[in-house]
Structure formats: C-alpha cells, structure tokens
C-alpha cells in the first residue's frame, strides 16, 4: 500500500472521529501517530509523538496566542466593552437601525482590543440584546446582526486567527494583523449599509433611538480614549518592531487590567473568572496547535499535499478556479467544523499549493479570516449563533440564523473585492519594511 493511500485512509479515520464527536486535538494526535507509524515504524511512531507535543508547547511564539487570548478575557473584565458600545450608541443610535449599527461599529472597536469573534458576540450581546428589546427592534434582523458584528472580532487586529496562521506559515504576525486593518473597516461599512438597506425594504426592522445632544456624544468619545490608547500602544508598538508578539499580549492584558483599576470597573470575581477562562480558551488552542502537527507530519511523509498539489497543477484550469475551490473548501467545512481546528487541519494541506500558484500568503491570510467569518454564523455549527442564542433564549435558533444573511452577503461582497484587488490586504503590510 502506497503512502498517499495510507494519508487518504487516515484523512477519512479523521472525519469518522469527527462525526463521532472525539475531541479534535485528540483525534488529529491519534490519526497522525497511528499513520506515521504504519509508514515509518512503531518506533518511529512512539518517538515523534512526545517530540511533537513537547516541542509545540515550550514554542516561545506559541505563547503570543495565550497573551492575546488573556487581553481580550480582561478587557471584558474590565468593562472595555461596556463603554465602547456606549460610545456608539449615543453617536449611531438616534437614526433608523442605529441600534444594530452601533452594536456594528462597537464590535469592531472591541475586535481591536479582543480577537475572538465569540467574546466579541458575547460581550455586545450582553449590552445590546436588552436595549433592542426595549425599543422593540426585529428579532430576526437584530440578533443576526449582532452574531455576524462579532466576527469583525478575528479580523481586525489582535485576532487569534491571525496568530495561528502566522505561527503555521512562518509569515509575520505584524503584517497579518496590519493586513487585515482595511478589509475590517470595509467590512464593518458593508455591514452597516445591510443595516441601512434592510431598514429601508422594511422599517419595523429598526426603530429610531433616542436623540443624544452632540456635547454628550464628545463626552461618550472621549471616555473610551483610553481603549483607543491601548490599541495604538499594542498594535503600533508591534507593528514598528519595539515588542515581540508575546510581549505585545502582554503589554495588552496588563494595560487591559490597569485600566479597569484606574476606572474601578474590575471586580475581583471578574479577574478570577476571566482568567480562568482565559486559560480554559489557551490550553484548547494549544492542545490542537500540539496535535495538529503530529498528524501534519503524517500528512509530509504521506505526500498528500505534494500529490494534491500536482493533482490540482495538472487540471490546467485558471488560478482563480483553483482559489474559488480552496475557497469553497473552507466555507463548506467552516459549516461543519469549528474556525481554529479547520485552519489548522487544513494549512498543512493546502498553503503548499496557493503559495505555488504564487498568490501572496498576507492576502491569503485575510482571504482565510474573511471564509471563516461566514463559517462561524453559517449553520449548522455557526457558534456565534449559538452565543447569541444563549443570550436571547427566548429567540429561536432558526430565527437568529435566518437573520444573518444580510450581513452575510457583506462578508461575501468583501471577499469578492479582495480576490479582484488583493492590494487592500497588502498595501499597508507592503510599508513595514520587516
């Protein structure tokens, strides 16, 4: 038996695992030792298991994702997100729809400090559900709305999805962050305007707010100059090379917690459980980082991606074909499997082949972030949904689903534009010089 049949049998035992709800690390770790072993040795087998985890782990890049997940748990604790929807309430909110795109444009300010889509959803679920009650907002339209705000979370910088691809692709963390600046502002427009639009095709959709005075809105932006403080320190500092990606997460959770101090909204039962859950988040990403490789060296010496690869080179199709395929790939597993497993199971796979059609692996990356903004509200696994559902729990999942897709067609158009003019994603990585 060949060892690309060996690769495809394992790729299948995978997927099998998956359907019979095995933990992803665990079952990736056990696909890879056992395949590397039928090809190599039992020995060989036994030997680059604990290499794999061992070497993973004591990684010092690796530990950038646990910074960055530990800043946006205390930026939550420490009542970051409560102040930045404020802000964007009493500046959007007395016009139609301005409550939903508030909760838009507040995601997106909290993306800057978070990185997670979920927290992100979270977090402006809490604040917002409440209010689109009380001002009788469409249930349908506001909770989607809310569920697909929050992925603007992982694609404006820090976002753990960035992390993860840098750290697989060997590409800089600085420029992915960066790259992704412009297609997150788009995309937060884009959204807005589906605010707009829908509003207009029906406008029980969102009702008008109240009026807030002009001095009260310089007031509501002025409280949140230290969140913009904090950004500019973290994503500036890094981006011009004075801190590591680490020491940047660092920077950023300790000035996180600081600031929650000096404006006494950090409790000590928030720390307590926010760090918890930070650590909770980090040993999960860790633990498939970890596994993941020891099933992606099973996939090298299978030749999978070499015989994929040669495949995909020998069906003399145009390189937009091949992209629009891996593109799909993503979006229809981005149903099934959540964001951070399907990344890393499938850029051992297929980066080897976008970077031999020679597309840009800093556009590639926001492509990647871009597919699974639309995998994480896309059902039947959609787990923004399901953070929103667990918020509004007298609102049916189907309905919350239903209302997605206007905001999810923004996230299509976004990833339309990119493929067509790349440069958005590369223009500002293209000036740092590092």
């Not at 038996?1 to 770790?29: D, E, H, Q, W, Y």
């Not at 928030?270 to 988040?281: H, P």
């Not at 010496?301 to 799909?328: E, G, T």
Request: glycine share 10%; hydrophobic share 55%.
């Amino acid at each position: 038996m060949s060892s690309t049949t060996i690769g495809l049998i394992g790729i299948i035992l995978l997927v099998a695992l998956f359907i019979i709800r095995m933990p992803i690390g665990f079952s990736m770790a056990f696909v890879g030792f056992l395949g590397f072993s039928f090809v190599t040795s039992l020995k060989s087998g036994m030997s680059i298991l604990p290499r794999d985890l061992f070497e993973q782990l004591n990684n010092y890049s690796i530990s950038a994702i646990t910074m960055f997940i530990l800043m946006g748990y205390y930026a939550f604790s420490a009542g970051l997100g409560t102040r930045l929807y404020d802000a964007a309430y009493k500046i959007f909110g007395n016009v139609k729809g301005g409550l939903a795109i508030s909760s838009i444009f507040a995601c997106a300010a909290f993306g800057a400090i978070c990185g997670s889509s979920t927290a992100t959803a979270a977090t402006m679920g809490k604040l917002a559900i409440p209010a689109i009650k009380r001002y009788g907002y469409n249930n349908t339209f506001a909770t989607g709305c809310i569920a697909s705000a929050g992925t603007l979370g992982i694609l404006i910088p820090p976002s753990v999805i960035f992390l993860i691809y840098g750290f697989m692709t060997e590409q800089s963390i600085g420029k992915l962050f960066i790259s992704g600046i412009i297609p997150g502002i788009i995309l937060t427009i884009f959204m807005s305007i589906a605010v707009i639009i829908m509003c207009i095709i029906d406008p029980t959709c969102g009702p008008k707010g109240e009026k807030v005075a002009f001095i009260e809105k310089v007031k509501a932006f002025i409280k949140i100059f230290d969140v913009l403080l904090l950004f500019i320190l973290v994503i500036g500092r890094l981006l011009f090379g004075f801190f590591t990606p680490t020491q940047a997460g660092g920077i950023g959770a300790a000035g996180a917690l600081v600031t929650g101090i000096i404006r006494r909204e950090l409790t000590w039962k928030s720390f307590i459980e926010n760090t918890k859950g930070a650590l909770r988040t980090s040993v999960m990403i860790l633990t498939i980082i970890a596994c993941a490789t020891v099933f992606g060296h099973f996939m090298t010496i299978s030749k999978i991606p070499f015989a994929l690869s040669n495949w995909v080179k020998s069906l003399n199709v145009p390189h937009y074909m091949i992209m629009f395929i891996i593109i799909l790939i993503y979006l229809i597993g981005g149903c099934f499997i959540d964001a951070i497993p399907l990344i890393i199971l499938t850029i051992p796979i297929l980066y080897p082949i976008v970077i031999s059609y020679g597309y840009d692996p800093i556009w590639f990356g926001v492509i990647i972030v871009l597919v699974t903004c639309m995998g994480v509200i896309t059902p039947p696994v959609g787990v923004n949904v399901y953070v929103i559902k667990g918020i509004a729990k007298d609102v049916p999942l189907e309905t919350i689903f239903k209302g997605i897709f206007p905001f999810l067609i923004a996230i299509i158009l976004t990833t339309i534009i990119l493929i067509f003019f790349p440069n958005i994603a590369t223009f500002l990585p293209n000036l740092i010089n590092y």
